[in-house]
């Protein structure tokens, strides 16, 4: 059995406020996460993955590697979400994007980017409020990723690549080269779950020899902290 995406962890200064933040923009609810002092934003239904704000006293240095890109069912539907994000302590940010191409850039309160996409996107159809997760990234951990979740690629030209689960929802995006050198540790990170029947060392194993590495530092029981071949951290928990 392979591991599941469980979450997308925030690591953050602010874990009450980033979670209030967002489940207020998504209509998500809230909850006190497992591991004390972490909250998470959950689903509907219970069904996918959750959101985590993980305290931590990361700095943003420069622009995140992923970014979410929230969906839209119509031009009043988008302008209601900018107005929401805006009243719960979002703001308005110039990442070089041009007014024609319709969608609007925002951060949260604590500088996390991502976009409003404008309704009618054909790729992001169906997925949901969260239509995708954007990442910086080659082509090669593209592939990773969908080896390592068991995802199908649902895109794999021109270098860029995108995977999404069997039962549909978010997507997760790479945009090909050039991608930006990579500077300290990612604030937002993927975390993945193993049943408690499963075997923890031989699904380590496995994403191993699909290219993944082990991050430096310590290790914990249960847990496994490791990279993708682009340098992105990511985490392998152990339910049992």
Same mark, same amino acid.
């Given at each position: 059995m392979s591991s599941?995406?469980?979450?997308?962890?925030?690591h953050t200064a602010l874990?009450?406020?980033?979670?209030?933040? *967002?489940?207020?923009?998504?209509? *998500?609810?809230?909850?006190?996460?497992p591991e004390g002092g972490d909250i998470e934003v959950l689903p509907p239904g219970g069904a996918g993955y959750r959101m985590r704000f993980l305290p931590d006293v990361v700095p943003k240095t420069g622009r995140n590697r992923a970014h979410f890109d929230l969906t839209s069912t119509s031009p009043e539907d988008q302008r209601r979400t900018v107005a929401r994000a805006l009243q719960l302590g979002g703001g308005?940010?110039?990442?070089?994007?041009?007014?024609e191409e319709g969608h609007v850039v925002l951060a949260d309160p604590d500088g996390n980017e991502f976009c409003v996409i404008p309704a009618g996107n054909a790729f992001l159809a169906g997925t949901g409020a969260v239509g995708a997760l954007a990442c910086d990234g080659t082509r090669e951990v593209g592939h990773?990723?969908?080896?390592?979740?068991? *995802?199908?690629?649902? *895109?794999?030209?021109?270098?860029?690549?995108?995977i999404q689960s069997p039962s549909g929802g978010t997507k997760i995006t790479w945009g090909g080269p050039p991608v930006a050198p990579k500077s300290g540790t990612n604030r937002i990170r993927l975390e993945?779950?193993?049943?408690?029947?499963?075997?923890?060392?031989?699904?380590?194993?496995?994403?191993l020899a699909l290219g993944a590495t082990h991050a430096a530092g310590a290790q914990a029981h249960g847990r496994a902290f490791l990279l993708d071949p682009d340098g992105n951290e990511f985490t392998v928990r152990h339910l049992g």
């Amino acid at each position: 059995m392979s591991s599941r995406l469980s979450a997308i962890c925030f690591h953050t200064a602010l874990p009450a406020g980033l979670a209030r933040f *967002w489940s207020g923009v998504l209509g *998500w609810e809230s909850a006190t996460g497992p591991e004390g002092g972490d909250i998470e934003v959950l689903p509907p239904g219970g069904a996918g993955y959750r959101m985590r704000f993980l305290p931590d006293v990361v700095p943003k240095t420069g622009r995140n590697r992923a970014h979410f890109d929230l969906t839209s069912t119509s031009p009043e539907d988008q302008r209601r979400t900018v107005a929401r994000a805006l009243q719960l302590g979002g703001g308005h940010i110039d990442v070089g994007q041009l007014p024609e191409e319709g969608h609007v850039v925002l951060a949260d309160p604590d500088g996390n980017e991502f976009c409003v996409i404008p309704a009618g996107n054909a790729f992001l159809a169906g997925t949901g409020a969260v239509g995708a997760l954007a990442c910086d990234g080659t082509r090669e951990v593209g592939h990773f990723w969908s080896e390592a979740l068991r *995802w199908p690629l649902v *895109w794999d030209q021109d270098q860029e690549t995108a995977i999404q689960s069997p039962s549909g929802g978010t997507k997760i995006t790479w945009g090909g080269p050039p991608v930006a050198p990579k500077s300290g540790t990612n604030r937002i990170r993927l975390e993945l779950a193993l049943g408690a029947e499963a075997d923890f060392e031989a699904e380590t194993e496995r994403l191993l020899a699909l290219g993944a590495t082990h991050a430096a530092g310590a290790q914990a029981h249960g847990r496994a902290f490791l990279l993708d071949p682009d340098g992105n951290e990511f985490t392998v928990r152990h339910l049992g």
